[in-house]
């Protein structure tokens, strides 16, 4: 059977790469750990190795509840400790009174470092506290306590925090079911954020929605199961799992709504 059939053309890179793991875990019987995984890339990988196999694999995004995380493969024997995770959570505190900062500031300034976004993992803002917590791979920690001094003119020093000191993740998703006609992306949009088809379009054509933190401009894009959506001005979601089918063709899913 072709594995690629399953998933899209422009995810066989990855595809290959988590093949290539698997190949050099079950021939040298050495663990493997990966950069920061997206909900998407998390669910290829489980489909990919599957439960019933020689390995363990297990994710682990430095934050409880985290979204984005990196994968541990190794022989089915293998220990799994959390805390050896190449991971380390970094944190700063700013002044509220005089600066806002939001998640997309603190997502440019990492990476106008020169730094790929693999590398880096959740972040998470307490806005009455002024404290900014990130997770990054363990190999780019020391470089972005040099060089991220400041944000939005605030001026920061962010450390390592200790397992004790770590913000919690509070999102919060709205788990649903529906029946829509097709997984084009304008349908979804147009369902999970109560627009009418051609608005839906419309956002899709302005660059307004995002497909696992992409601008994505074709509305007769295909959303695949573990895909998180972003609607600008209305939050994310994420298409959980199709169902089944009705009689009439339509597709029976369970999708999820970030609460505000």
């Known amino acids: 059977m072709d594995i690629y059939q399953h998933f899209r053309k422009d995810e066989q890179g990855f595809i290959d ?9 079950d021939r040298q019987y050495v663990p493997k750990y990966s950069d ?3 909900p998407r890339e998390q669910l290829i990988f489980r489909t990919i190795i599957g439960q019933d196999t020689p390995f363990k694999l297990t994710f682990n995004g430095g934050f409880e509840g985290a979204e984005r995380k990196q994968a541990f493969l190794a022989p089915y024997y293998e220990a799994v400790d959390q805390a050896v995770f190449p991971i380390r959570v970094l944190s700063a505190s700013y002044p509220v009174k005089f600066v806002n900062i939001a998640h997309r500031d603190v997502l440019g300034a990492v990476l106008s470092l020169g730094l790929h976004r693999k590398k880096l993992g959740d972040i998470v803002i307490d806005a009455e506290r002024g404290l900014i917590q990130m997770a990054v791979s363990t190999d780019i920690a020391d470089f972005v306590t040099m060089q991220l001094t400041s944000i ?4 920061l020093q962010f450390q390592i925090v200790s397992e004790k000191k770590k913000l919690a993740i509070e999102n919060e998703w709205n788990v649903q079911e529906a029946t829509v006609s097709s997984l084009r992306l304008d349908v979804l949009i147009k369902h999970f954020y109560r627009y009418s088809r051609k608005d839906a379009s419309a956002l899709i054509d302005k660059g307004y929605i995002k497909v696992n933190f992409k601008v994505v401009e074709d509305p007769a894009f295909l959303v695949e199961p573990g895909d998180v959506l972003s609607c600008r001005g209305k939050g994310r979601s994420r298409l959980d799992e199709i169902i089944g089918e009705t009689k009439k063709e339509k597709k029976r899913i369970q999708y999820a709504l970030l609460k505000d």
């Open 17 to 25: 790469q988590v093949l290539n793991w698997r190949e050099q875990v």
């Open 36 to 38: 920061f995984l997206d």
């Open 152 to 155: 939005k003119k605030a001026t």
